[in-house]
């Protein structure tokens, strides 16, 4: 509890919020037991222990706020993003799978990590990374889905990149729909639920 209380006003990190709640709440109670424990003479000597355990709660406002924002962000979890990712780990093959950041540039792709046991490529506002194998899958998916190319450009980037298949929710990216609209499209649709797209490229090694 108080490395939380030390480290949490200064980081917002939402994972120091549980132990800084669940301590100071814990704290608070055996304080009052104690004093029930002891009698009414103990009460003026238990103010200032009770009230240093009581100042974390404190910060249940700031509290709050963060974890709303986490609770938006880890709610992108849905049966169609569940799906699309049964769908990348029922596909034969072992090349990377790149899946776009959100419309908001949050990594919907680390879900894919976890629920598959494919090597995924997460697209990201790069804020949210450290790691630098990370930096360099979210740059990767940048040129894949944030410039303008043909599918044989995408293609031969991708290829270059030993990536097989690409992500994407349908209404945060369209640029699908000018490669499916080409003579030739260099990719192919392996998986569209209306909600998520899989594109094969197109000669990627098995």
């Known amino acids: 509890m108080g490395v939380s209380l030390l480290l949490f006003p200064f980081t917002a990190e939402p994972r120091l ?12 109670g055996l304080t009052l037991h104690e004093l029930w424990t002891l009698g009414r003479d103990a009460v003026w000597g238990g103010f200032a222990p009770t009230l240093a355990v009581a100042l974390p709660l404190l910060l249940w406002p700031r509290a709050d706020t963060v974890a709303a924002g986490y609770y938006d962000f880890y709610q992108q979890v849905d049966r169609s993003l569940v799906r699309a990712a049964a769908a990348v780990d029922a596909h034969p093959g072992e090349g990377l799978v790149v899946v776009r950041e959100d419309v908001r540039g949050w990594p919907v792709g680390w ?26 899958n979210a740059r990767l998916a940048d040129l894949l889905f944030g410039e303008r190319r043909t599918s044989a450009e995408a293609v031969s980037l991708a290829q270059r990149h030993g990536v097989e298949l690409l992500v994407f929710r349908k ?36």
Not at 17 to 28: D, E, Y
Not at 111 to 136: Q, Y
Request: glycine residues 10%.
């Open 171 to 206: 209404r945060e990216w369209i640029g699908w729909q000018a490669w499916l609209a080409e003579p030739a499209p260099a990719v192919r649709v392996v998986y569209d639920d209306g909600e998520f797209m899989i594109l094969d490229i197109v000669g990627a090694p098995r």
């Open 111 to 136: 879900w894919f990590e976890g629920l598959t046991d494919a090597r995924i490529a997460v697209g990201s506002d790069e804020k949210w990374l450290a790691f630098p194998e990370k930096l360099a």
């Open 17 to 28: 919020v549980p132990p800084m709640i669940v301590g100071a709440s814990l704290g608070f």
